[in-house]
Nanobody
Framework: VQLQASGGGLVQAGGSLRLSCAASGFPLAEVAVGWFRQAPGKTRAAVSCIGASGRKTHYVDSVKGRSTISRDNANNTVYLQMNSLKPEDTAVYYC?????????????????WGQGTQVTVSS
C-alpha cells in the first residue's frame, strides 16, 4: 500500500501545476483522498479532499477558485490542478487516504501518507 505524489516544480507566480497522487497496492476508488501541504516552518495543513466517487469535494479557502481536485479511478490516481499560483502556495504537498470526504476533511483519520512533492512559486 503506497501513495506517491508527483508533479511539483518551480513555477512563476500566476502559473499552473497539476499534482498527481498515484496509488499502488490497493484500489484507490474505495476511499477518499486528501491533499495537504507543509510550508517551511509551518505545520502540515489540509488543502483539499475528494470522495471515493468524485462527487464530493472540499477546498481550503486559500485555494478555492484556483484549484480543482479530481480523480481517475481507472488509473488509481487523484489530481490537484492548481492555477494562478502564488508564492504563499510554496510548500511540500502530500496526499493521503481517508474513509470519507466530509466538511471536517481537515481532521483525522488519514493514512497511507505518500512522499511529498515540492511546489515552489517565485514572485
Amino acid at each position: 500500500v503506497q501513495l506517491q505524489a508527483s508533479g511539483g516544480g518551480l513555477v512563476q507566480a500566476g502559473g499552473s501545476l497539476r499534482l498527481s497522487c498515484a496509488a499502488s497496492g490497493f484500489p484507490l476508488a474505495e476511499v477518499a483522498v486528501g491533499w495537504f501541504r507543509q510550508a517551511p516552518g509551518k505545520t502540515r495543513a489540509a488543502v483539499s479532499c475528494i470522495g471515493a466517487s468524485g462527487r464530493k469535494t472540499h477546498y481550503v479557502d486559500s485555494v478555492k477558485g484556483r484549484s480543482t481536485i479530481s480523480r481517475d479511478n481507472a488509473n488509481n490516481t487523484v489530481y490537484l490542478q492548481m492555477n494562478s499560483l502564488k508564492p504563499e502556495d510554496t510548500a511540500v504537498y502530500y496526499c493521503a487516504t481517508r474513509p470519507g470526504c466530509s466538511a471536517n476533511y481537515f481532521a483525522p483519520p488519514y493514512s497511507n501518507w505518500g512522499q511529498g512533492t515540492q511546489v515552489t512559486v517565485s514572485s
